[in-house]
């Protein structure tokens, strides 16, 4: 099996797509009226990430774990930790925004949590096309 950054790039793009129309969508006067249509975005993001982040645990990490370099796997171990990380804090924010009336009852703390872990996955996506996926290419990860 082979993997192709290629593929995992245009997730990161996808995701980040998505995020900024989250981010464009969020005043909170507006979630007041209506909160469903951006829970609707919310549910669209978490599916895409939940997936994403399954495939890279199942197939980047695991080859490249795996490799001869010490250097590659200390990288790929921060990146395994990281992603744990990640996925509790972003599973955590959904339980907590689990229904539209709960954005539309606190808009001003929606709006703070939401802008917060979609920076962290942002920041995450950044640091995986420029590190990550970056030894991916170099080293490869197939089996």
Known sequence: MTVETNHLRLHHRELTMLSEEIIDSIDPAGLVKDSVGIRRMLSKLAGKLVYHLAYEDMSVYPHLMH???????ETVKVFVDE???????????MRRWVHDLDIRDEPDEFVVET??????????????DTILYVLVDKYGASS
């Open 67 to 73: 490799h001869p370099d010490p250097k590659v796997k």
């Open 83 to 93: 992603a744990g990380g990640l996925r509790d804090a972003f599973e955590k924010y």
């Open 115 to 128: 802008l917060n872990i979609l920076r962290t996955v942002n920041k995450r996506i950044e640091m995986e």
